[in-house]
C-alpha cells in the first residue's frame, strides 16, 4: 500500500493519550456543534469556537491578525507549540481550525485520526472541567493567503484547465438541495455548481470510524477517478469553506498536492453573486 506523503501530521488517539498534558502540547476542539465541548471533552483540552473564536463578528471573514494573537495568547498557545485538533462529524470542524492557524502561519499541526467519535467509541474518558494556562505571548510574523481562494481567482481558475473541486452533497451539486432549511444564514439564491467542478463529496475520504481512508483509496477517488495530477493547481468549495477545509487537509498532506486552495466563500457567496456563472446538469 501506498503511503501517506505527510504521514507525521497524522496522530493516534494513543498518543493524544500518552502526550496529552506534555507542556509543550495543546490539545484544541472544535465541532461543528459547539455544545460538545461542554458535555464532555478530552482532558486539557481547550475549546476553539468556529463562530465566536475565528470568525469576524461583522464582516464575513476571519478574525484580524492581533486577533488571533489574543485568542492563541488566551489559550496558553506560544509560536513553538504543537497544536493537536480532534472533533465532531469526521474532524470537519478540526479541519477548518487546523486550516485557520495554518494562514496565520502556525507551524505545528497534528491531527487526531478519527477525531471526538472514535476517542469516545475506545471508552477514553471524557472530562467537563475547563482547563487554564498561563497566558503567552504570541506573535503573527505572517498571514498566508496561499492557501486561501477569493472569488477572483476562482474566476480566473475558470477555463484555465485547473481543477475545482464541489466538496458538497450531490444534491447541493446539481442545485437540487440548497441547504436553506438547515442552514438558513448561509443560503443562496441560486443552486447548481461552478462551471467545470467536479463533484467529490467531502465525506468520500472518510472511514465509517472517522479516520482517513488509506493512501491508495484516496489516490483512486482524487486521481484515478477525477484525474488530479502532481502539480495542479486545485482549488475546493462547499458551502461556506468548512467542507472544504476537510478536502483541503486531503489533498494537502494526505496526497501531497503543493498548490491547494479553499475557497471560503464558496457557495453562499458564488450562488447569490451578481453575474457569477452557474452549471447544472
Known amino acids: ?105 502556525h507551524e505545528n499541526c497534528l491531527m487526531m485520526n478519527g477525531g471526538r467519535q472514535k476517542w469516545i467509541d475506545e471508552d477514553r474518558p471524557l472530562v467537563k472541567d475547563v ?33 475545482l473541486i464541489d466538496v458538497r452533497s450531490p444534491g447541493e451539486y446539481t442545485g437540487e438541495l440548497l441547504h436553506m432549511e438547515a442552514y438558513p444564514q448561509e443560503g443562496a439564491l ?28 484516496l489516490v483512486s477517488i482524487y486521481k484515478d477517478d477525477k484525474g488530479l495530477k502532481d502539480g495542479d493547481d486545485v482549488i475546493a468549495y462547499c458551502r461556506i469553506g468548512e467542507r472544504s477545509s476537510h478536502t483541503w487537509f486531503v489533498l494537502t498532506y494526505l496526497l501531497g498536492f503543493e498548490n491547494v486552495r479553499n475557497y471560503d466563500g464558496s457557495w453562499t457567496e458564488w450562488g447569490n453573486m451578481v453575474r457569477a456563472p452557474i452549471e447544472k446538469p
Not at 488517539?13 to 461542554?38: F, K, M
Not at 487554564?132 to 480566473?156: G, H, L, Q
Open 190 to 217: 441560486r443552486g447548481g455548481h461552478i462551471p467545470g467542478a467536479a463533484n467529490v463529496p467531502w465525506a468520500t475520504a472518510a472511514n465509517e470510524d472517522g479516520t482517513f481512508k488509506s493512501a491508495d483509496e
Open 1 to 105: 500500500m501506498a503511503d501517506y506523503i505527510h504521514p507525521d501530521v497524522l496522530v493516534s488517539t494513543d498518543w493524544v493519550a500518552e502526550h496529552q498534558n506534555d507542556p509543550g502540547v495543546r490539545i484544541v476542539e472544535s465541532d461543528e456543534d459547539v455544545l460538545l465541548y461542554d458535555v464532555g471533552h478530552i482532558e486539557s483540552a481547550v475549546k476553539v469556537d468556529w463562530q465566536t473564536d475565528l470568525q469576524d463578528q461583522l464582516v464575513r471573514d476571519y478574525i484580524d491578525k492581533e486577533k488571533f494573537e489574543n485568542l492563541m495568547s488566551e489559550k496558553g498557545i506560544s509560536n513553538d507549540t504543537t497544536v493537536v485538533f480532534y472533533g465532531d462529524r469526521n474532524n470537519w470542524w478540526a479541519c477548518y481550525a487546523f486550516w485557520v492557524f495554518k494562514l496565520f502561519g
Open 131 to 163: 482547563p487554564e494556562y498561563p497566558v503567552t505571548s504570541y506573535t503573527v510574523s505572517e498571514v498566508n493567503e496561499s492557501i486561501r481562494a477569493f472569488k477572483d481567482d476562482v474566476m480566473a481558475h475558470l477555463g484555465s484547465g485547473n481543477p
